[in-house]
């Protein structure tokens, strides 16, 4: 599931590899240990240590497997090319996996071989194609072989990794997966998405305005326009907030996508075509640009396995305002961000106006969500993901 595009599952699994290496090419020469009980240097020691004793098998498609080199020596890289969610999946990749004859395999994501019989571990990021199945999942055979895939998982894993505890009580409750086999680890932010400074903010905002037409004050919205993602409310609720600000503007990110036109739609009912900005996919440069110079970034989500978006935006001094469901509190924290009932339009908009008219909310925000960041890492996660593997394999 590593992805050069870096989204969802792909960065996941990339920074997991990125912070493997490090931790593994890391050496505790310049460390001194005390030969008391243990310390925290010696804890780092021996995590480095056992990152380093360990092997990696990284399994890629293409062209993942032409791009990337591993930088540490005891990672290696097999091709497999199979199409993610497809027989060859279910059949070639475990081929080559038993090939290897590995003393632990970690699945990123729900889509293991049902035939694999070697100790596993699997991260289940969410239960969305349960919960929200959406318009790809119209067919029974499509979703019997969902159900069969993410039930075998769970059930024949050794651990299994939850990014949140919003999607441990859906794995417990929906797949009746023990407690005890759940370990909550949450995810990171990418190190790039920080705070602009103002020459930055001042060039960004010129090349946003030439390239998309997109001119401050705006709220901002990233991700994708699936269902469960709640554009439409969005879209009506910003309409209330156009009515008293006509100068605002509404920018929305992310692939459109043709199985789910209403935030088109909505948009052009609402006759909001001069003020919502549709950018498409951007590059991440644009996107950091964009947490900058909005006003608040808006994440109105029916459902999310942890809402990585949220840290984004701490991370770039964006104040927030978010739907009050699902893992969403909990990743944000209580008091780093104003919450909303997401089925509620005229909630949307009155709790976002809260923020926007008042400047001292609004910089509160912005400190507590710098604040709140600096508890998520990917480094922290590749530790204590190590660490399962270390007891896992054992």
């Not at 997991?16 to 001194?32: C, D, G, H, P, R």
């Not at 997401?342 to 926007?356: M, Q, R, V």
């Not at 008042?358 to 912005?366: D, M, V, W």
């Given at each position: 599931?590593f992805?050069?595009?870096?989204?969802?599952?792909?960065?996941?699994?990339f920074?997991?590899?990125?912070?493997?290496?490090?931790?593994?090419?890391?050496?505790?020469?310049?460390?001194?240990?005390?030969?008391d009980?243990?310390?925290?240097?010696?804890?780092?020691?021996?995590?480095?240590?056992?990152?380093?004793?360990n092997?990696?098998?990284l399994?890629?498609?293409?062209?993942?497997?032409?791009?990337?080199e591993?930088?540490?020596?005891?990672?290696?890289?097999?091709l497999?090319d199979a199409?993610?969610?497809?027989?060859?999946?279910?059949?070639?990749?475990?081929?080559?996996?038993?090939e290897?004859?590995?003393?632990?395999?970690?699945?990123?994501?729900?889509?293991?071989?049902?035939?694999y019989?070697?100790?596993?571990?699997?991260?289940?990021?969410?239960?969305t194609?349960?919960?929200?199945?959406?318009?790809?999942?119209?067919?029974?055979?499509y979703?019997?072989?969902?159900?069969?895939?993410?039930?075998?998982?769970?059930?024949?894993?050794?651990?299994v990794?939850?990014?949140?505890?919003?999607?441990?009580?859906?794995?417990?409750?929906?797949?009746?997966?023990?407690?005890?086999?759940?370990?909550?680890?949450?995810?990171?932010?990418?190190?790039?998405?920080?705070?602009?400074?103002?020459?930055?903010?001042?060039?960004?905002?010129?090349?946003?305005?030439e390239?998309?037409?997109?001119?401050?004050?705006?709220?901002?919205?990233?991700g994708?326009?699936?269902?469960?993602k709640?554009?439409?409310?969005?879209?009506?609720?910003?309409?209330?907030?156009?009515?008293?600000y006509?100068?605002?503007?509404?920018?929305?990110?992310?692939?459109?996508?043709p199985?789910y036109?209403?935030?088109?739609?909505?948009?052009?009912?609402?006759?909001?075509?001069?003020?919502?900005?549709?950018t498409?996919?951007i590059?991440?440069?644009?996107l950091i640009?964009?947490y900058?110079?909005?006003?608040?970034?808006?994440?109105?989500?029916l459902y999310e396995?942890?809402?990585?978006?949220?840290?984004?935006?701490?991370?770039?001094g964006?104040?927030?305002c978010?739907?009050?469901?699902?893992?969403?509190?909990?990743?944000a924290g209580?008091?780093?961000?104003?919450f909303?009932n997401?089925?509620?339009?005229?909630?949307?908009?009155?709790?976002?106006?809260?923020?926007?008219e008042?400047?001292?909310?609004?910089?509160?925000?912005?400190q507590?969500?710098?604040?709140?960041?600096?508890?998520?890492?990917?480094?922290?996660?590749?530790?204590?993901?190590?660490?399962?593997?270390?007891?896992?394999?054992?």
């Open positions: 599931m992805k050069s595009s870096f989204t969802g599952i792909g960065r996941y699994t920074e997991l590899v990125k912070n493997l290496e490090k931790l593994s090419a890391q050496t505790s020469a310049n460390i001194q240990v005390s030969a009980a243990p310390t925290k240097a010696e804890t780092i020691v021996n995590v480095n240590n056992l990152a380093a004793k092997e990696y098998v399994f890629l498609n293409e062209p993942e497997f032409s791009n990337f591993p930088t540490a020596t005891n990672f290696t890289k097999v497999v199409p993610h969610y497809s027989l060859k999946e279910q059949t070639k990749f475990l081929k080559i996996l038993n290897q004859n590995l003393d632990l395999m970690h699945f990123t994501h729900f889509n293991a071989p049902i035939r019989r070697k100790p596993f571990i699997v991260t289940i990021h969410d239960l194609h349960t919960l929200f199945p959406g318009r790809k999942m119209t067919s029974l055979p979703r019997l072989a969902y159900r069969a895939v993410v039930k075998n998982a769970v059930r024949k894993a050794k651990i990794i939850a990014v949140s505890n919003n999607t441990k009580e859906d794995l417990i409750k929906i797949l009746k997966v023990p407690e005890e086999k759940i370990k909550v680890i949450y995810e990171g932010a990418n190190e790039e998405f920080r705070q602009l400074t103002d020459a930055e903010k001042e060039t960004s905002a010129k090349i946003l305005n390239k998309y037409g997109i001119a401050q004050p705006f709220f901002l919205y990233t994708v326009h699936r269902y469960h709640n554009l439409t409310r969005l879209i009506k609720a910003f309409k209330f907030i156009s009515n008293k006509p100068d605002l503007k509404l920018v929305i990110t992310g692939k459109p996508d199985l036109p209403e935030a088109e739609q909505e948009v052009a009912d609402q006759n909001l075509e001069e003020k919502v900005v549709f498409g996919l590059p991440e440069n644009e640009a964009l900058n110079l909005a006003e608040i970034y808006i994440f109105p989500s396995g942890f809402g990585l978006p949220i840290l984004e935006a701490f991370a770039c964006a104040p927030v978010a739907s009050n469901i699902s893992s969403i509190p909990e990743v209580k008091d780093n961000a104003i909303f997401p089925y509620d339009e005229k909630d949307i908009a009155e709790k976002t106006l809260s923020i926007f008042n400047s001292a909310r609004r910089n509160k925000l912005i507590n969500g710098l604040i709140r960041i600096k508890n998520f890492s990917w480094k922290k996660m590749a530790k204590e993901i190590l660490e399962v593997y270390n007891t896992t394999s054992n």
